[in-house]
């Protein structure tokens, strides 16, 4: 069973640039497209950004050119570096595989809250 943890959120200034960071376990990242996707308060959860197997990157159009999304394979790790953060970013974040090039997703983790408040 693959435990996904993702981590790096907080109280965040408008602004701001937090890294959120998604561990998990075996060599299930390097055979996926992976994912962070976001859920706010009393919204459904919403795919942000996608890192395909050859690294190509897919980013919802309300995070395009402010968050990027990268790996690392040899560390079992999926990262999202949020730039110029604004309150409608408030929301927790979570990884995944992405169904739309996955056969399967993995058990959700916790996730990690990133508040965006001044």
């Known amino acids: 069973q693959v435990q996904l943890v993702e981590s790096g959120g907080g109280l965040v200034q408008p602004g701001g640039s937090p890294r959120l960071s998604c561990a998990g376990s075996g060599t299930i990242f390097s055979r996926n497209a992976m994912a962070w996707y976001r859920q706010a308060p009393g919204k459904q959860r919403e795919l942000v950004a996608t890192i395909l197997r050859d690294n190509s990157t897919q980013y919802d159009a309300l995070v395009k050119g402010r968050f990027t999304i990268s790996r690392d394979n040899a560390k079992n790790t999926v990262y999202l570096q949020m730039n110029h953060l604004k309150p409608e970013d408030t929301a927790v974040y979570y990884c995944?595989?992405?169904?739309?090039?996955?056969?399967?997703?993995?058990?959700w983790g916790q996730g990690t809250q990133v508040t965006v408040t001044s």
């Open positions: 995944n595989t992405d169904l739309s090039y996955s056969d399967y997703m993995l058990s």
